[in-house]
C-alpha cells in the first residue's frame, strides 16, 4: 500500500468521483485516499493527508478549478492532472490550466463502449502515473515504474518501412512530447524564424484541446501553427499539431509533403501516437527528415525514432535535466535511436544547423 500512488479526487458530481475511484483503485499501483465535492472540501482535506496527484474538474461551484489550482502550486505544489468535460468551451480553459502548473489534461470517464471505456482506464491511469513522476521530480524522490501493460505497436496503422526515399532539397521535423510537453513545445516553437522548416508535432492531448494549445502557440510565435487536417501540406515555417485522439502520418507526393488524419487504436497506449508519426516520418521523409523527442512519460516514440534514424534521419532528444518526465526521450536514447542528446534551450539551434547542414 505504501507504494501506491495516492490520488485525490477533487470534482462536483458523484459519478464523476465513483468512477474515477473505480477506474484508478483497478490498478495494482494507484490508490484514491480521498475525494471532494469541492476546492473547499479538498483544502480542509489536504490538512490531514497529503496525495501524490490531485485530479482537478475545472468547473465546479464555490472555487473554479483554475483558481484551487493556482492556490495549490503556490502553497503546496502536488501535481495536478485537469479533468474536463467535452464541451469546447472547457478546452481554453485546460490551457490556461496547464500554463498555471496543471502536469495534464484528461478527459472526464463517460459512459460508451466497451472499448471506449478500456481506453478510458488506459490514458487516465496513465496520466496518474505521468503526473506522479514529474512530481518527485522536484521533491527528490525516486520516480513510480511505469506499468508496462499489453500495448500495440504503429504495425496497427502502417507496416514496417518500405524502400528508400528519393532526397530533396526541402526538410521536415517530426517532434513527439507528452508530459511536460506543452510548456516545452512553447519554448521550442517560439525561439524558431518564421522560414523554419515544415514541422509536424504529435502532443499526447485529449480532442478538442489540441486546437485552443495550437491558437495559443500560433499567437505568440512567428511560425504559423494550426490543428492538422486531413490532407495539410507541410509547409516551411508552418507547424502542424496531431488532433487530439487522432493518429498523425507523414506522407509524400512528389516534392510535396503532407499529413493523414485517422482513426485507429491505441499504439504504445496512445491516440495520437508519436510512433506512428515517427514509422510514417521514417517511410515518406527517410534523410530529409529531423526527429526531436521531448519530455514524457513511457516509450512512445522510441520504436519510430530507431527506424527514422535507420531510414537516414538526424535525431535529437531533449536531456533529462531539462524534462519534466525523462521517459520517451531515455527510451530512444536506449533504444540507439538518437544522434545528439541537448538540453532544451538548444534544441532550436540544434535542429535549425543540422537542417541547414543537409
Known sequence: MKNKIKVMVVDDSAVVRQTMSEI??????????????????????????????????????????ITFLQRIMKTDPIPVIMCSSKAESNSQNAI?????????IIRKPQLGTRQFIEESKILISDAVRSAAAAGPKRAGK???????????????????????????????????ASTG???????????????????????????KFTASFAERL???????????????????????????NKHMLLKRSGARYYVEVK????????RPSVDVLFRSTARYAGKNAIGIIMTGMGDDGSVGMLEMKQAGAYN???????????????????????????????????????SASR
Do not use: Y
Not at 476546492?39 to 475545472?58: G, H, N, Q, S, Y
Not at 513545445?185 to 508535432?201: D, H, K, T, Y
Not at 511560425?223 to 487530439?244: F, M, Q, S, W, Y
Open 96 to 104: 490556461n490550466a496547464l500554463e498555471n502548473g496543471a502536469v495534464e
Open 181 to 207: 510537453g506543452t510548456e516545452a513545445l512553447r519554448q521550442f516553437l517560439e525561439a524558431l524564424p518564421g522560414n523554419s522548416p515544415g514541422i509536424v508535432i504529435v502532443q499526447h492531448m485529449p480532442e
Open 218 to 244: 500560433d499567437s505568440l510565435c512567428e511560425v504559423t501553427v494550426k490543428e492538422a487536417a486531413n490532407n495539410d501540406t507541410v509547409l516551411r515555417g508552418h507547424v502542424l499539431i496531431a488532433p487530439g
Open 316 to 354: 535529437i532528444a531533449q536531456d533529462e535535466a531539462s524534462c519534466v518526465v525523462f521517459g520517451m526521450p531515455n527510451e530512444a536514447i536506449k533504444k540507439g535511436g538518437v544522434d545528439r542528446i541537448v538540453p532544451l534551450e538548444e534544441i532550436p539551434a540544434a535542429m535549425q544547423k543540422q
Open 24 to 65: 484508478l483503485n483497478s490498478s495494482s499501483d494507484i490508490e484514491v485516499v480521498a475525494v471532494a465535492r469541492d476546492p473547499l472540501v479538498a483544502i480542509e482535506k489536504l490538512r490531514a493527508i497529503r496525495p501524490d496527484v490531485i485530479t482537478l474538474d475545472i468547473e465546479m461551484p464555490r472555487m473554479d478549478g
Open 142 to 176: 525516486a520516480k513510480p515504474a511505469f506499468s508496462a501493460a499489453p500495448k500495440l505497436s504503429a504495425d496497427v496503422i502502417l507496416s514496417g518501412r518500405a524502400g528508400g526515399v528519393i532526397e530533396t532539397t526541402e526538410k521536415v521535423v517530426a517532434v513527439g
Open 263 to 270: 482513426d485507429g487504436p491505441l499504439v504504445s497506449r496512445h
